[in-house]
Nanobody, 123 residues
């Protein structure tokens, strides 16, 4: 059974930083692509970043490029989203997701989802 458990959300001032974690279990890690999505109130869920488990390769949405960094720790079966220079428009529920399509940015390409963690950025 696949489980993804996010943590690390919270309230931060604009310009601050947060690191989200996603502990994964039950995955076939050799084929995994771990994605991060977010959903702001009244908006659709959108792709943020992803990391390829085997290579550590990453890709990002333009809106977060240069500010967010995704990484993984193989020993801990955990992926991270380091968020720097946060803006009020980054406020959303952030979700960790797992799939197996390299380069995937669509929700439909991810098979498993965490419960989400709230990130609130105050101005």
């Amino acid at each position: 059974q696949v489980q993804l458990v996010e943590s690390g959300g919270g309230l931060v001032q604009a310009g601050g930083s947060l690191r989200l974690s996603c502990a994964a279990s039950g995955l076939t890690f050799s084929r995994a692509v771990m994605g991060w999505f977010r959903q702001a109130p009244g908006k659709e869920r959108e792709f943020v970043a992803a990391v390829i488990w085997t290579t550590g390769g990453t890709y990002y949405a333009d809106s977060v490029k240069g500010r967010f960094t995704s990484s993984r720790d193989n020993a801990k079966n955990t992926v991270y989203l380091q968020m720097n220079s946060l803006k009020p428009e980054d406020t959303a529920v952030y979700y960790c997701a797992a799939g197996s399509v390299y380069g995937a940015v669509r929700e439909d390409d991810y098979n498993y989802w965490g419960q989400g963690t709230q990130v609130t950025v105050s101005s």
